[in-house]
């Protein structure tokens, strides 16, 4: 029986690990609709409100699509979203469904260091 506790352990760390995958990246949406407000006329509360709506729109449409997307798209569409400096559900959610809808998927490549 205890050689089993350790494949039972590994099975379990697996099973966790691949849980983590199936949720969506996590991005500060009060953050980046806050710096998208702040106009050069001011805070914008109108911008900061279709902003938020915006975002919790494209999140719901994410948390749709995740779960049946690929991980190298996931983490090629998460990628791509962060690297505009940005971290943007609407970016994300264009990106995975461009890549869901284009044959073959156009991957980025990691910067080279």
Not at 66 to 86: F, H, M, S
Not at 94 to 113: E, G, N, T, Y
Request: charged content about 25%; aromatic content about 8%; some cysteine.
């Amino acid at each position: 029986m205890k050689e089993f506790l350790p494949l039972a352990l590994l099975l379990s760390i697996a099973g966790s690990m691949a849980f983590a995958d199936e949720r969506p990246a996590r991005y500060d949406m009060d953050g980046y609709c806050a710096r998208l407000s702040n106009t050069s006329d001011g805070f914008s509360p109108e911008v900061m409100q279709r902003c938020l709506v915006a975002q919790s729109d494209a999140l719901d449409q994410v948390k749709r699509l995740w779960a049946n997307t690929p991980d190298y798209i996931q983490r090629d569409c998460d990628l791509r979203t962060r690297a505009r400096g940005d971290e943007d559900y609407t970016l994300l959610e264009k990106c995975i469904h461009d890549q869901l809808h284009q044959s073959p998927p156009d991957v980025a490549l990691p910067p080279i260091r």
